[in-house]
């Protein structure tokens, strides 16, 4: 199947932004990443603004999408769900390097950007206490652990391990990683169910 246009323009702009940043990013820029006319580009997106937040926003539906799939799988236990939790996002950030560079480092300069961006941030971090909460309450949580600094010890744990892990070239998804990154969310884990 073809990737529509717009998609295309997405990948490119992405891409972009990852490579060079906001600031230095221009839509002639975006238009030779996505290999598309730049009157193409401004018929999806009339600024680069516009198409940055929709990069954003898109990026982050990804993530809340791939890790709720996780945490609905009533097929896995509870317990089981916080550490595939762990799998998920190690997966979906070394096969979105370029997204995950975004979402760690998505200060631009500008205040209404950059709130506009921790808003959507905001809801995956909500999305993810609101699942811990849930294994909280049901004991597979110790319960003096603060749900809140769950959600962004996992975020930034595992982000950060991909994107070192990216830029040193090395593989991103080795089982020492991930067994080290397990051993460490196990400690918040009760051990008795």
Do not use: W
Not at 29 to 51: M, N, P, R, S
Not at 171 to 193: A, C, F, K, W
């Amino acid at each position: 199947m073809a990737i529509s246009k717009k998609d295309q323009i997405v990948q490119g702009a992405l891409t972009a932004f990852a490579q060079n940043g906001y600031s230095e990013t221009t839509m002639d820029t975006i238009a030779e990443a996505a290999q598309v006319a730049k009157g193409t580009l401004y018929y999806h997106f009339t600024t680069k603004e516009e198409l940055f937040l929709y990069v954003i926003e898109k990026g982050v539906k990804m993530l809340i999408d791939s890790v709720e799939n996780v945490m609905n799988n009533e097929q896995l236990s509870l317990a089981d769900r916080m550490i595939s939790v762990l799998d998920e996002h190690l997966r979906f950030f070394s096969e979105n390097r370029e997204l995950c560079f975004l979402l760690l480092s998505f200060f631009t300069g500008d205040e209404n950007r950059d709130q506009m961006m921790a808003r959507h941030l905001a809801d995956y971090f909500l999305m993810m206490e609101k699942h811990m909460t849930v294994l909280q309450q049901q004991g597979y949580i110790k319960a003096e652990v603060e749900v809140r600094t769950i959600a962004s010890a996992m975020f930034g744990m595992v982000g950060f391990t991909v994107l070192r892990k990216q830029f040193r070239k090395e593989p991103v998804d080795i089982s020492t990683s991930r067994e080290t990154l397990r051993h460490m969310l196990e400690g918040i884990l009760q051990t008795n169910n």
